[in-house]
């Protein structure tokens, strides 16, 4: 689905990795990394010095970037809710493209766990969690191919990250989509992702299943850095 | 009602010399570090006053097809670079604003003059140019600093706009709708209060030289509600002209390099 071929983009130098239809890939590496500098490569918010990236086979900027970015959707760290309602946010992504049904709106809320009372909710009366969850249904409403996450947990407290990775994880079974998600939380990436990605000095230090990136590390790297 | 040229003499000038000490004085007091600052621009700003009313004086014996042309563009250029000032790191800011207060200083031109507002005469045209062309070269860069601070502040939803398929245009809708409010804001203020809060300038000029109050209100009139729109055009056309170089071809957001 993903082809990313010797691409460099400060931090990141000559990196070639594939990413399959409907892969849990969970990417993890030290701040600084270039982890949601990759996310921003795969969602051209950001273009790479150097090196190619393939989408569905086709090279992306072969693509209509709004098209892309429709296909390719992405959840930032911080939720950056647009002022207005719930609705209004939700059915921000479809208008673009004149594709956005009310009835749309309620399924969307039922995919983050909110009752549907929210809808008309101002965003600002929202609480952390909420504004979350607003945004990766934001998110979802485009109908997105792949779902890109950039620590969407990394904000909230214990016990509302919980909440938002159950959400995840239910709408990964329901939905069967390719996810990337940049999480630091290794226990985040057991429940969630089933290949990881370690980047770190400017590289792809390993790449393998989950259990046995955390449980067997190959890499010096990766073991100072689940130990650390 | 007798007609009053008000004569301030030399000597009561020089008693204005109070009115800068005051706020160097609150600056020594208060450590503002503003005492260069104060002593320097009030100094400026008598020069300069003096020296236009030399110029003025040269300029309205000038045949109106001369003078009126050549103070106009001396002014649209200075204003050009000075509200250049607030957005220098933008690119191609200079032909914007330069052709935003050629535009805005053309069209209320023809307004005024198309309409019989006012006479073809340096020193009608002359005065209330300066007006108009200062009012939008403030909220040129009124609208440019805004702009600015708003994309800074905004990064985060202009990228989640972004990420969604919106065109830079519709990423930034809400910057732009924000800018040129911020802009227009302190004239449409102006404009509510006008006569009640303070009685602007130029009515209060006509007044003290003898013109009736009903004839000075008529003038006054003329040269705020083109103040008005000449303000409004000209913050929308800035506007409207540089939001785009916060992106790149690639629908991106980036820092504009000037």
């Known amino acids: ?228 | 009602m007798n007609a009053l040229t008000p004569e301030v003499s030399n000597q009561s000038l020089f008693f204005l010399i109070i009115f800068v000490i005051i706020p160097l004085t609150l600056s020594y007091f208060y450590q503002l570090g503003l005492g260069k600052n104060v002593l320097w621009s009030a100094f400026r700003g008598t020069v300069q006053l003096f020296a236009i009313g030399y110029i003025l004086t040269y300029l309205f014996d000038l045949p109106a097809r001369l003078g009126i042309p050549l103070m106009v563009g001396i002014m649209i250029i200075i204003a050009t670079f000075h509200a250049r000032q607030k957005g220098k790191e933008l690119p191609h800011v200079l032909p914007v604003i330069f052709i935003s207060l050629l535009f805005v200083e053309g069209s209320v031109l023809t307004m005024w003059l198309v309409f019989d507002m006012v006479q073809f005469r340096p020193s009608e045209v002359i005065p209330m140019s300066g007006m108009v062309i200062g009012n939008s070269m403030v909220a040129m860069g009124l609208a440019l600093e805004r702009m600015k601070s708003e994309f800074r502040d905004n990064n985060g939803r202009l990228l989640a706009a972004l990420s969604l398929g919106a065109e830079p245009k519709q990423a930034s809708h809400l910057i732009v709708q924000r800018t040129l409010h911020a802009a227009l804001i302190p004239n449409v203020d102006r404009l509510k209060t006008i006569g009640l809060v303070q009685l602007p300038g130029m009515m209060t000029g006509l007044i003290l030289g003898g013109v009736e109050p009903v004839m000075a209100i008529k003038y006054q009139l003329v040269i705020s509600l083109s103040i008005f729109s000449s303000v409004s055009i000209s913050a929308m056309f800035v506007t409207l002209a540089m939001y785009r170089y916060f992106f790149n071809k690639n629908k991106q957001l980036i820092e504009p390099e000037g």
């Open chain 1, 1 to 228: 689905m993903f082809r990313f071929e010797k691409v460099s983009q400060d931090p990141l130098t000559n990196l070639t990795f594939t990413i399959q239809k409907k892969e849990k890939v969970i990417l993890f590496g030290p701040s600084g990394a270039g982890k949601s500098t990759l996310l921003y490569l795969f969602n051209r918010l950001s273009e790479p010095d150097s090196g190619s990236i393939y989408f569905n086979g086709k090279p992306i900027n072969e693509y209509s970037v709004t098209e892309l970015r429709k296909n390719v959707g992405l959840v930032l760290q911080a939720p950056h809710l647009f002022p207005g309602t719930v609705l209004d946010n939700l059915k921000y992504g479809p208008s673009l493209f004149g594709e956005w049904e009310d009835k749309n709106a309620k399924t969307l809320l039922e995919y983050v766990q909110l009752p549907s009372s929210y809808l008309h909710k101002d965003v600002s009366q929202l609480s952390g969690g909420e504004e979350q969850r607003v945004s990766l249904a934001r998110t979802l409403a485009n109908s997105p191919e792949v779902l890109l996450l950039d620590e969407p947990t990394s904000a909230l407290d214990y016990q509302t990250a919980e909440e938002i990775e159950e959400v995840l994880e239910g709408l990964i079974k329901e939905h069967e989509m390719t996810m990337v998600m940049v999480t630091h939380n290794l226990n985040q990436a057991r429940r969630l992702g089933d290949r990881g990605l370690f980047i770190m000095d400017g590289g792809l230090q390993e790449d393998g299943t989950i259990p046995d990136m955390l449980d067997h590390p190959k890499n010096e790297k990766l073991l100072n850095f689940i130990e650390g």
